[in-house]
């Protein structure tokens, strides 16, 4: 199973987790699937944000029956828009989303995603949040392809692939 070069950091009771994806898409392309609650959630997250240093930044996870998820509250610690993207979140720690544009010779535009988050918890929480990141980095490019992911089906359609993906993780994280 391909883990793409995802790294892992720890330091003590902390982790902190490295991805990153390339996108035949703009930087304000990707920029705006990241920060437009219309967008973010057809991959990710119902989002409520304020696009300011010290604004709102929360997040309600759509991946359970619908109303039975909660808001995960967090705040943006350093924005430069279209590249730079950090923010808090109760339950995933820090997060800092870069957005690096790639030459490819005039051809379609490329964006490189790289995704950082700092994270707190047991050791089983990374295996766990290293797979949730692949899946949804993966339906990301999805939704900047116009697709969405059907939330309803998300624990039957995904499940076994989560589950597959945090073994992989977990067989490749040192201990």
């Not at 957005?99 to 535009?109: F, I, Q, S, T, Y």
């Amino acid at each position: 199973m391909e883990l793409l070069g995802d790294a892992v950091l720890h330091g003590g009771e902390r982790s902190t987790l490295r991805l990153a994806r390339e996108y035949p898409y703009s930087v304000a392309a990707v920029w705006t699937a990241l920060t437009t609650p219309a967008i973010t959630r057809l991959w990710w997250a119902d989002l409520r944000a304020d696009l300011r240093p010290g604004g709102e930044f929360s997040l309600e996870w759509l991946t359970g029956p619908p109303g039975e998820l909660e808001w995960w509250s967090g705040e943006i610690t350093q924005i430069d828009a279209p590249r730079l993207l950090e923010h808090t979140n109760s339950e995933h720690g820090l997060l800092r989303w870069e957005l690096e544009p790639l030459d490819v010779g005039g051809l379609r535009a490329r964006t490189r995603l790289h995704l950082t988050n700092d994270l707190e918890g047991q050791d089983d929480w990374v295996p766990m949040s290293l797979a949730a990141w692949h899946l949804h980095l993966e339906q990301l490019h999805v939704a900047l392809d116009g697709g969405s992911v059907d939330w309803s089906a998300w624990g039957t359609a995904t499940n076994l692939r989560l589950r597959d993906l945090r073994a992989a993780y977990a067989a490749h994280l040192p201990g």
